[in-house]
């Protein structure tokens, strides 16, 4: 895929704003030379130059912005206010992309964070909320992308930016909470599940590490015959579950315990 020559600031290198930066690192569209990563602690720099040397590292968030084309904020929610008055000045709204990776940081509050008084440029920038999860680490992530006075092109850009780091969706802001939920918090399901299975490997017979190694590649085969075949889920299990069988008994018990309506609880509960 062609390399774009975008320069790219990320304010905030923890969990999320870290995996951004090393995501975008092991891709092809946007080089590590190319992007700016910036925290309050030096040791997370440090960390990220460790990972790649090529990545700019700084402590200073307005020395970061200036000359960047996508500015990506990716601090806790609470901070986002300050963050942007830090940099707001240092902002050229005509010619830059803001991307907010805050969960329930909404346009709103966001277009009311970076108003500032009229002049010849313009009002506010484009603008994205972004939400993945920490599978872009590892180019898997599911992420959801809502925009905000961005053109076509513009939206399109980001897409493809995060289409590179796994799968990108662009969805109206009202589903950004419920995507946080299936996709970001869903990671945790997920794993969770796989931790219970592979608890129960244990109990089945198993050492922890061959459970775990016989959970994680059958997780992996599940996901991957619905994405080869593009089926869904009751199609693949009908497949194994036959009559009188043993994985219909195991299911029934699994639902008798609550399973299904303990995931969709667990997922309410999350939005």
């Known amino acids: 895929m062609e390399s774009i020559k975008q320069k790219v600031a990320i304010i905030g290198t923890g969990n999320i704003g870290g995996a951004i930066a090393r995501g975008l690192a092991q ?52 901070m986002v206010e300050s963050v942007i008055d830090e940099i707001r000045t240092a902002l050229d709204y005509d010619k830059q992309i803001l991307v907010s990776i805050a969960a329930g940081v909404t346009f709103e ?32 992530s599911m992420t959801f992308v809502s925009a905000c006075n961005a053109s076509k092109e513009q939206t399109e850009l980001i897409l493809r930016i995060f289409n590179e780091l796994g799968n990108a969706l662009l969805v109206d802001e009202r589903l950004m909470m419920a995507g946080t939920a299936l996709a970001s918090s869903g990671i945790a399901f997920a794993l969770r599940y796989i931790r ?76």
């Not at 590590?32 to 200073?60: E, G, M, W």
């Not at 699994?254 to 667990?266: A, N, P, Q």
């Open 27 to 78: 891709g092809t569209l946007i080089e590590a030379s190319r992007i700016t990563c910036t925290d309050r602690s030096q040791h997370l720099l440090d960390k990220l130059q460790v990972y790649n040397p090529d990545f700019q590292v700084t402590c200073d968030n307005v020395k970061a912005v200036r000359g960047a084309d996508i500015v990506i904020i990716a601090v806790k929610p609470w």
């Open 196 to 271: 219970a299975a592979i608890e129960g490997g244990v109990e089945l017979g198993f050492y922890p590490h061959e459970a775990q190694e016989i959970v994680v590649h059958t997780v992996k085969g599940a996901v991957d015959l619905l994405l080869t075949n593009n089926s869904n889920p009751e199609q693949e299990i009908d497949r194994v579950t036959t009559p009188g069988g043993i994985t219909i008994r195991g299911l029934n018990e699994m639902e008798l315990s609550g399973f299904t309506s303990s995931v969709i609880r667990g997922l309410k509960a999350s939005k």
């Open 109 to 140: 509050q966001l277009l009311s964070f970076l108003a500032r008084p009229s002049g010849p440029s313009r009002m506010t920038p484009p603008l994205f909320r972004v939400i993945p999860n920490t599978a872009i680490e590892v180019l898997s």
